[in-house]
Antibody, heavy 124, light 107 residues
């Protein structure tokens, strides 16, 4: 079964750090771009960032709201995606999802598999 | 960043109605626009990609159109299973942005 499972969420104080993980199974993880998307309580979906595959030099892009604070990485040998979150703010409170980007040309690069999400609460 | 302004934010409709949801981009974009359906506690489901291409397995009651800065999702005849929240997404090589969502409720 194709599956993504996030972990690592929890309660953290403003200014603190947290590392999220996303474990992939049932597909060739190394082939795919992988993204992080979040949803704050009562809000819509917000893209956090993307890491490409080895063939595209593991290039990374971030949303402006997290650039310089969050770091995306991956370990293809462990079929895992990571999100290191530093200098956390109360606005970062959200459910964080990892999502698989579909293979193919740009027109097909939508999200086809999502994890169930992990909750991050930034509060004092 | 490209902003996607989705409207309406909420919509009440009846089974059998035809509904349209609109997304406006802050600048002219390629037709790399997708639409997702989201139900509580479930992962988003891809409906439409490349503005008007129907995802495999998705009902033909869903259709997408648009270009440049304005894109629409139309549901031709609402079914009970269609009541959910819908999101547009613009995507390109470097970034992606979602609209704020449209909650479709039963009238």
């Amino acid at each position: 079964e194709v599956q993504l499972v996030e972990s690592g969420g929890g309660l953290v104080q403003p200014g603190g750090s947290l590392r999220l993980s996303c474990a992939a199974s049932g597909f060739t993880f190394s082939d795919h771009y992988m993204d992080w998307v979040r949803q704050a309580p009562g809000k819509g979906l917000e893209w956090v960032g993307r890491i490409r595959n080895k063939a595209n030099s593991y290039g990374i892009d971030y949303a402006a709201s997290v650039k310089g604070r969050f770091i995306i990485s991956r370990d293809d040998s462990k079929n895992s995606l990571y999100l290191q979150m530093n200098s956390l703010k109360t606005d970062d409170t959200a459910v964080y999802y990892c999502a698989r980007v579909r293979l193919g040309p740009v027109e097909l690069k939508t999200f086809d598999i999502w994890g169930q999400g992990t909750m991050v609460t930034v509060s004092s | 960043d490209i902003q996607m302004t989705q409207s309406p934010s909420a919509l009440s409709a009846s089974v059998g109605d035809r509904v349209t949801i609109t997304c406006r981009a802050s600048q002219s974009i390629s037709p790399w626009v997708a639409w997702y359906q989201r139900k509580p506690g479930r992962a988003p489901k891809l409906l439409i990609y490349k503005a008007s291409s129907l995802e495999s397995g998705v009902s033909s009651r869903f259709s997408g159109s648009g270009s440049e800065t304005e894109f629409t999702l139309t549901i031709s005849s609402l079914q009970p299973d269609d009541f959910a929240t819908y999101y547009c997404q613009q995507y390109n090589v470097y970034q992606t942005t979602f609209g704020q969502g449209t909650k479709l409720e039963i009238k």
